[in-house]
C-alpha cells in the first residue's frame, strides 16, 4: 500500500525554523510533484507549496513566499518543505501529498496519496 509519511513538525519559537521531511514507503516520489498543504484548528486545509516532479518548478501560497522553500532529494525519495520565520499563524498540521499528472497545483482533487500529517506549532 502506498503511503507518504511526513516527519520534522514540532513547538518552535516565532521567528525560528524547521523542515519538514515527506518520504514515500511503497513508491517513488521521482515521479510525482509533490504538494504540502496544511490545516489550522477551525480552518480549512490550503495548499502551501509544491514541486513538479523534476524539481525545476515550483509553487508557493502567497503566506508562504519569501520565507519557505522546498526541494527534493531523488537519491533519498524525499521532498523537504523548509520554512523559516515562523509565526502563530503558521500553528497547523502540515500535510504533503502526491500528484502523478504534475499539475504544480493546490488543487486536492489533483493528488492522489496523502500522508496523515505532522503538527507544526509555533509559540513562545
Known amino acids: 500500500q502506498p503511503q507518504l509519511v511526513e516527519s520534522g513538525g514540532g513547538l518552535v519559537q516565532p521567528g525560528g525554523s524547521l523542515r519538514l521531511s515527506c518520504t514515500a514507503v511503497?513508491?517513488?516520489?521521482?515521479?510525482?510533484?509533490i504538494a504540502w498543504f496544511r490545516q489550522a484548528p477551525g480552518k480549512e486545509r490550503e495548499g502551501v507549496a509544491c514541486?513538479?516532479?523534476?524539481?525545476?518548478?515550483?509553487n508557493f501560497a502567497d503566506s508562504a513566499k519569501g520565507r519557505f522553500t522546498v526541494s527534493r532529494d531523488r537519491a533519498r525519495n524525499t521532498v523537504y518543505l523548509q520554512m523559516n520565520s515562523l509565526a502563530s499563524e503558521d500553528t497547523a498540521v502540515y500535510y504533503c501529498?502526491?500528484?502523478?499528472?504534475?499539475?504544480?497545483?493546490?488543487?486536492?482533487?489533483?493528488?492522489?496519496?496523502w500522508g496523515q500529517g505532522t503538527q507544526v506549532t509555533v509559540s513562545s
Open positions: 501529498a502526491a500528484d502523478s499528472f504534475d499539475s504544480n497545483s493546490f488543487d486536492e482533487d489533483e493528488y492522489d496519496y
Open positions: 514541486i513538479t516532479s523534476s524539481g525545476r518548478d515550483s
Open positions: 511503497g513508491f517513488s516520489l521521482n515521479d510525482y510533484a
